[in-house]
């Protein structure tokens, strides 16, 4: 058990709370930085991030707070080249951005992207001087076969680069619990955490950053957030709205 004393948490694990648009959002919908900062305050005691299409990204930087940070959905394992469409880690770099989502398991599915990939696309936000917020998590039929914890870990040695816990972040979004309304339970989802805590190779597993995914709302973002080895939540469906991404962002303290 590497981690730190119940109760107390590290510095470095500053809880962090991430809205995670996916494929949602046009011009219009760039008021929700006003909203939720109106609704906010003053910064709260999470850290805050949003990853707004790559469309939005920019508008979207120069109109939120200064302490809501803006990230990248995705990045190229690449720094440039014969590319179309695709988005390097440096580009997001270059227009600020601190953070990328990678291995996000809808980009795992859609776009056959394989643990080696996430591992490239992580290594290539590393590079750029990014943190990459690098997604894993089993399916319900892995689930149901007693298989979770394996998958998990699995995962986690294939797609996450030999870094220091400091520099990277792991988001555990079980599959079945994606805009499902079906979330795993806090006790599942704390077990879950510290066994990629436990896991960790390089021996800092206490400074490693684990968010939960997966159905978090304003309903039960409290009782998540509350235990000691969730570091925080990556939440898709409840972020596009002001006031729920507000009230879980609140939740977390
Ligand atoms: P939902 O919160 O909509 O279930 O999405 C979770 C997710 O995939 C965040 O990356």
């Known amino acids: 058990m590497t981690s730190g004393v119940a109760g107390e ?30 609704l906010l305050g003053r910064a709260p005691g999470s850290e805050i991030l949003v990853f707004p299409p790559a469309t939005l990204r920019a508008p979207m930087a120069s109109r939120v707070p200064g302490f809501v940070a803006v990230g990248g959905q995705d990045c190229a394992a690449e720094t440039e080249g014969a590319r179309t469409g695709d988005i390097s880690a440096s580009m997001l770099a270059d227009l600020g951005a601190r953070y990328v989502i990678t291995g996000h398991s809808e980009r795992r599915r859609l776009h056959g992207e394989s643990d080696g990939l996430v591992r490239a696309k992580s290594e290539a936000a590393l590079k750029a001087g990014l943190t990459p917020v690098i997604c894993v998590g089993e399916t319900l039929d892995q689930r149901k076969a007693g298989e979770a914890e394996a998958v998990v870990l699995r995962q986690v040695f294939a797609s996450v680069p030999e870094a220091a816990a400091g520099r990277v972040i792991i988001a555990y979004e079980p599959v079945w619990a994606i805009g499902t309304g079906l979330h795993a339970s806090p006790e599942d989802a704390d077990r879950m955490h510290r066994a990629i805590r436990e896991a960790w190779r390089s021996g800092d597993g206490d400074q490693l950053r684990i968010l939960y995914g997966g159905s978090v709302n304003p309903g039960n973002a409290a009782g998540l957030l509350s235990r000691e080895h969730i570091d925080g939540a990556l939440v898709g469906g409840a972020s596009l709205d002001p006031d729920s991404f507000a009230a879980i962002i609140r939740a977390g303290g």
């Not at 510095?11 to 900062?37: C, F, P, Q, T, Y």
């Open 9 to 38: 948490t590290p510095m470095a694990r500053r809880k962090l709370i991430a809205g995670n648009w996916k494929m949602h959002g046009r011009s219009a919908d760039l008021v929700w930085a006003e909203r939720l900062s109106g």
